[in-house]
């Protein structure tokens, strides 16, 4: 192959159309503590629901208090990653120490 004498033009980075790291973060963050209050709160729910059905008579408070459980679980949890303010929640997974 021969070479060309034209001279080349520098190639210029790609403009990346993403979101600042601070941004980006707290979206995570937010995703992250939406996403546990449904699951814990639909747990706490469903877990209230047992116990109605098998313990208190098809009351409805067991439910409502298995709700508010979950859901007051979930608000410490993303008040606590909020207030850490530097790396996102790891949902209280353990790393191993190797």
Known sequence: MAESNEPQQPTLPAARPTKPVSEALLNEKWDRAISSLIVRSAVGFGFGVVLSVLLFK?????????????????????????????????DALRKSRS
Do not use: I, Y
């Open 58 to 90: 098809r009351r409805a408070w067991p439910a409502l208090v298995g709700l508010g459980f979950g859901a007051g679980r979930a608000w410490e949890e993303a008040d606590a990653s909020f207030r850490r303010g530097d790396s996102p929640v790891t």
